[in-house]
């Protein structure tokens, strides 16, 4: 995952320099950053992550030879501040105090009011020579002005000072107060930290409401906390653009299984995403690690799993005689195995792309389409992502397979809604139990084929020792969507 430039980037049309932020997708919600020499205000409730956010900014920013100064009004003490800090991977001990500089301004405040407070900013940070400044409690300065006249005075000092010295300044702010009080209108940038809670599960998100001399990515982004610090999940949709169609599709690739390669025209269309449609156990899995075990040096290959951890795809690639596993042990072919627990829609994308890019990946198995749909907390954007995640595939030729759980077993009706599944369905092939002579047995069809012909025939599915295998049915047969099939009559027959 890149974390963008290190220093000062372009500036925008304006010719202010732009400042990276070291906060994962940050820098791409910015448009480049933040602008130097500007006052920001970081609003968030208790715990929402105003404190980790800044440090990591400081950290970042002394990691490439500049100072910060970081203030605090009522806030927690500095030393235990350090102690939440020091499990952050982004922490760095040695930097502290010369590069990071904590000071508390608590005295400043209660003997000299605002005036103390700037008095301590200007000379500290001409002192170390800060270019970031943090000062962590504005709510404590808004309650110790006398009118709002003050405060807006305090705010417009700020912003000369943040000119004069060339320094970014944050303040960070858990007060509930709105657009139009003079901080937010005073300030070149209004960024709120939030957190919701939908059903059972609380989410942290990201928004920009106002960003000053620039354009930035409007509406809520998702954001995690983790021991790497603050990220920020840009809505994949509106950093990956839909360009036209690279023309990959002349190329085919094999699916391993020979029977299928025949009825889809010699494998699938390279660039092209298929979606394996059928109830547990019916094969999905088994035929989506065969098409990764043709993958070779010149075309490296993923299996992204929500459901088997990279040991038990072993062993079920090993059961079916696949070559997967010394295809990954030679460095071919990559596992990797995504927890459904607490699950972001734009994190897996994230992961997923991040993946594909590392290794240059052409062959992809996303074994668990349906975990994908689970994790998205706004379902009417799973269409704009998914069609953003597979434009992100193709451009770099990537061929993938995705697999989607049918509910029924056996039997029944076979309608099936696709809505925002169409977004990856370039081809789909249909998984199926039937019950045949007293016996349980599967059957494949294929649906639909990227720009190409097929053989609409149903076969049958056997699972051998050396993969999936298909054929012919034995004999004219009717029932076989309803699950229930029975050989056709002579009579029908003729």
């Known amino acids: ?33 933040l602008v130097a020499g500007s006052v920001y205000i970081v609003q968030g409730t208790p715990g929402a992550g105003k404190t980790i956010f800044s440090n990591q900014l400081c950290f970042h920013r002394a990691r490439h030879g500049e100072k910060a100064l970081y203030v605090t009004l009522l806030a927690e003490s500095h030393s235990r501040l350090m102690q939440h800090l020091e499990g952050m991977s982004f922490y760095d001990g040695t930097q502290v ?7 508390s301004g608590f005295d400043d405040l209660q003997s000299d009011g605002l005036r103390g407070i700037l008095r301590l900013l200007n000379g500290e940070s001409r002192r170390l020579g800060a270019r970031t400044i943090v000062v962590d409690g504005l709510f404590a300065l808004e309650e110790s002005v006398g009118s709002e006249r003050d405060f807006r005075k305090f705010v417009n000092d700020l912003a000369i000072l943040a000119n004069l010295l060339g320094s970014t300044i944050l303040l960070l702010t858990s007060s509930r107060r709105g657009a139009t009080s003079p901080e937010f209108t005073m300030v070149d940038g209004w960024f709120e930290i939030g957190t919701m809670t939908l059903d059972y599960r609380s989410y942290r998100y990201f928004q920009v409401h106002k960003f000053r001399g620039s354009g930035f990515i409007m509406g809520r982004h998702m954001m995690l906390i983790s021991n790497e610090g603050v990220q920020v999940l840009p809505r994949l949709e509106t950093v990956t653009a839909l360009a036209p169609e690279n023309g990959h599709y002349g190329q085919r690739l094999s699916t391993g299984a020979p029977e ?27 035929l989506g690690l065969q098409f990764v075990s043709q993958s ?13 951890t990279p040991a038990r795809i072993r062993r079920k690639a090993d059961g079916n005689g696949l070559v997967l596993p010394q295809l990954c042990d030679d460095g071919i072919v ?4 995504q927890s459904l627990t607490d699950t972001l829609l734009d994190d897996i994308g994230y992961r997923l792309l991040a993946a594909v890019r590392r290794r240059g990946v052409k062959r992809l198995f996303v074994d668990g389409f349906d975990a994908i749909e689970q994790s998205a907390i706004y379902p ?19 061929t993938s397979i995705f697999t989607s759980e049918s509910p029924q077993l056996v039997g029944g009706e076979t309608s099936i809604a696709f809505g925002a599944v169409s977004a990856v369905a370039e081809n789909i092939m249909l998984m199926r139990y039937i019950e045949l002579d007293s ?13 190409s012909g097929f053989d609409p025939s149903i076969r049958e599915i056997s699972i051998t020792s050396e993969g999936l295998q298909l054929q012919a049915l034995p004999g004219p047969m009717e029932g076989l969507l309803s699950g229930q099939a029975h050989r056709q009559a002579r009579s029908e027959q003729g």
């Open 334 to 337: 990559e596992t990797q195995w």
């Open 1 to 33: 995952m890149s974390q963008g430039g290190a220093g000062i980037v372009a500036g925008n049309q304006n010719g202010a320099g732009r400042i990276s932020t070291g906060i994962f997708g940050l820098d791409s919600v910015l448009h480049g950053g």
């Open 97 to 103: 105090p010369d590069s990071v500089y904590y000071v």
């Open 260 to 286: 299928l390669d025949t009825m889809i025209g010699g494998g699938l269309p390279q660039g092209s995403s298929t979606l394996l449609i059928g109830p547990t156990g019916i094969g999905k899995t088994t």
């Open 380 to 398: 009417d954007r799973l269409a704009p992502f998914l069609a953003a995640l597979t434009n992100a595939l193709r451009e770099m030729g990537v």
């Open 439 to 451: 016996e349980l047995r599967r059957i494949l069809s294929v649906v639909k084929v990227r720009e």
């Open 296 to 308: 070779s040096a010149e075309e490296p290959g993923l299996v992204y799993s929500f459901y088997e």
